[in-house]
């Protein structure tokens, strides 16, 4: 058995102490692929149901990602955004070195009886388009992005190829935007989800929602889906006593700045 020395931690804690230390000392770098659980049990006299534990905690604080298919990999520094400016995905997998690749899986106009349809809060008989894709860094699954569009905010949405452009780039060109409302959660995701992230039944997603408004016309309604091992949201601002007051669109508090 190798590296436990700390007694006081349960066996499964030891191991996950031992393996981040490899990978804080880039003995195990970013996109390293983590040896099976079989030879890890090998190494530190553990069953594999102990590793997995390990592999598992280190996972959910997104040192690890598991592949599926594939294997469990060392993330290293990348992926993270600001949650109250939420960027473009592909600018973010750029900036972190990686190359970024999508998939639309699907693209059209909701029906008048869709369930959907009402997430906009547009009067009756609007027309709202749907777009759903499947972002990529160098191949592996980052992120599903749903994205509920005021077709009149937007006429020419459905027109574009969103594997050339994303749908953040292109409405940032066309539409304008004042007010912005974000709220996140951890969900167990769909099957469909869970397929398209490569990811087994037991990982938890981290889910954003966001609305976004002209005044008090709404504009979009996106929730974009994480896998929790693959991705961090961060915010960091200053802290002031005295805060501009923000309300949702129709109340009486005052923006400070335009968001486009």
């Known amino acids: 058995m190798t590296e436990l020395t700390q007694v006081t931690q349960p066996l499964y804690g030891q191991i996950k102490t031992a393996i981040e230390r490899r990978i804080r000392a880039a003995e195990w ?90 997430l906009l809060a547009l009067p009756a008989g609007s027309t709202v388009f749907h777009s759903r894709l499947l972002h990529k860094e160098d191949s592996t699954p980052v992120q599903i992005e749903d994205r509920f569009v005021n077709a009149a905010e937007a006429p020419a949405y459905l027109d574009q190829d969103f594997t050339r452009i994303t749908p953040h780039a292109y409405l940032l060109r066309m539409t304008e935007v004042t007010f912005v409302d974000n709220t996140i959660r951890a969900i167990r995701p769909d099957d469909e989800s869970r397929e398209a992230l490569q990811i087994d039944a037991n990982q938890p997603c981290l889910l954003l929602d966001r609305r976004t408004w002209r005044g008090d016309v709404p504009v979009t309604r996106s929730r974009f889906l994480y896998p929790g091992d693959r991705y961090r949201l961060r915010s960091a601002h200053e802290a002031t006593s005295a805060q501009p007051v923000l309300s949702a669109p129709g109340g009486t508090g005052q923006f400070p700045k335009r968001i486009r």
């Open 29 to 118: 770098p970013a996109d390293f692929q983590v040896p099976r659980e079989e030879d890890l049990a090998a190494e530190f006299g553990a069953s594999a149901l102990t590793v997995r534990r390990a592999l598992r905690e280190l996972q959910a604080e997104g040192m690890l990602v598991r592949v599926q298919g594939r294997g469990t990999f060392v993330v290293g520094p990348r992926m993270q955004c600001a949650i109250f400016e939420l960027s473009d995905v592909s600018e973010e997998i750029s900036a972190s070195g990686g190359v970024h690749t999508s998939e639309v899986m699907s693209l059209g106009a909701l029906a008048p009886d869709s369930p959907f349809i009402g």
